[in-house]
């Protein structure tokens, strides 16, 4: 029997698209497997193992009352619970029915809704459990899950980038979309960890690694996407990756407020949007369990 720290990677609603990126760590994936016992990681073998766990990475948002039932079970069950990528520290794009009828969803959907049992709203993981460490992006960056898990392992926090995507950006020395092109971009309101991938390809940053810290969302809404789009289009391009992340959320109501197009959220979210999952309170802080 393995004496190494054992490692589990669960899935909740999402594309398995951070999950691939361990997969895709392929050199580095060996380092890991010598370093961990990767004991349940369906992705990658049928051979799951019971709890407990030491590390246990979390991919996907919570919208069914089974899957709240097994993130508690799954808190209980790890050292240290670990959400990775947008859909488990923002809701993700599934979390844009928390601004609309779930029920016409399902009914446009579905030709007998009556057998859907989901929630109508798409949460963060950190909205039922405590969370020791969130990692951003859609999907994440695979560098910077490596550090994540050498510094657990190291038993120290980990360090990732609190930068916003405009300082990457000037390093690699991209021109920026905005002055050159007077495109739409999010880069500066938003975490960086993507490398500045979207303006290096000509293209305006779409917001996939959430907010960063202190972002000015009204000088960003008001300065730099109006002036290049009208207000429901500016409000769209707030609510994707992370529609649900406190900042990009506010921001987005705000200006589907002014188009005259209002759209609250959901009644059982409206009361404290954003208080309780990680984009509220930073990168890598600890949450509190509801």
Known sequence: MSTLPKLAVAKFASCDGCQLTLLHAEDELLAIADAVHIANFAEASSRLEPAPYDITLVEGSITTQKDRRRIVKLRSDSKYLITIGACATAGG????RNFADHQDFLRAVYARPDYIQSLATSTPIAAHVKVDFELRGCPIDKSQLLEVIASLLAGHRPRT?????????????????????????????????????????DRGCYGCFGPAAQPNMLGLSDRLLQPRMDRAQSARFLQTFNSYAPEFSAAGQRLW?????????????????????PAAVGQGKETTEE
């Open 93 to 96: 794009i599934q979390a844009l």
């Open 161 to 201: 980038s609190s930068e916003c995507v405009c300082q990457p950006c000037k390093r690699r020395g991209t021109v920026c979309v905005v002055v050159a092109n007077n495109q739409p971009c999010l880069g500066p309101v938003t975490q960086a960890g993507c490398g500045a991938v979207c303006p290096a390809f």
């Open 257 to 277: 407020q002014l188009a005259g197009q209002p759209k609250p959220l959901h009644p059982s979210l409206a009361s404290s949007p954003g208080d309780t999952h």
